[in-house]
């Protein structure tokens, strides 16, 4: 079923329609039921329809289900388990992101450090040897090595932690989302964007 909302809503919308509860996680998993993993079509669709919405309009998530399905499952149960599940996505880009900052502070002091040697000993060398192409060559070799140390931390600092900080936000937006279950008396069973 695709998603009516559209950009003024109030809730971002996230539909799906499954024959069975068990479409939703992962049947390989020996978790408890609550702590059970989504399935990886069933999260990839709910992440990409997420990523649609604004980052201040709430989400919801609501699962059509046949009625005699419906009838077994308890509603608290899905929800609680759906959220759980993002919440663990959460926490474990969160960790990811610590690292990634951690990973990063000890290769720029370890970049500034050899930055810093080179940038000497290409001064060094410059002032011991004659004026010269090798001594220039030597020189330049020495400025671009230093160089080439803080690319790490400088591609970390500057382009690799925001895509990690937003997953971790819309996991975190997932884990509060509301989740629904409603009675689908259609005659089409198949979910969309979450065939198991």
């Known amino acids: 079923m695709r998603n009516r909302s559209t950009e003024g809503a109030q809730v971002g919308r996230i539909e799906m329609k499954l024959r069975k509860v068990s479409q939703l996680f992962d049947t390989l998993d020996p978790s408890p ?47 609680a388990a759906v959220r759980y599940y993002f919440g663990l996505r959460s926490q474990a880009v ?37 004026e010269g192409p090798f001594s220039r060559v030597l020189s330049e070799s020495f400025l671009i090595l230093g160089w080439v140390a803080i690319w790490k931390p400088s591609e970390i600092f500057l382009y690799a932690w925001p895509p990690v900080a937003a997953r971790r936000k819309l996991f975190d937006r997932l884990s509060r989302a509301a989740v629904l279950l409603d009675e689908d008396d259609t005659v089409s069973p198949i979910a969309e964007g979450a065939n198991g």
């Open 33 to 79: 039921f609550r702590e059970t993993d989504l399935a990886l079509q069933a999260e990839e669709y709910i992440v990409d329809r997420a990523l649609e919405f604004s980052d201040r309009v709430p989400i919801e998530i609501v699962i059509y289900l046949p009625p005699d399905e419906l009838r077994k499952t308890h509603v608290s149960d899905i929800a």
């Open 94 to 130: 969160s960790r990811e992101l610590s690292e990634l900052f951690k990973t990063g502070r000890l290769s720029l002091v370890v970049g500034m450090v050899i930055l810093f040697i080179c940038l000497l000993l290409g001064w060094v060398f410059a002032q011991r040897m004659t």
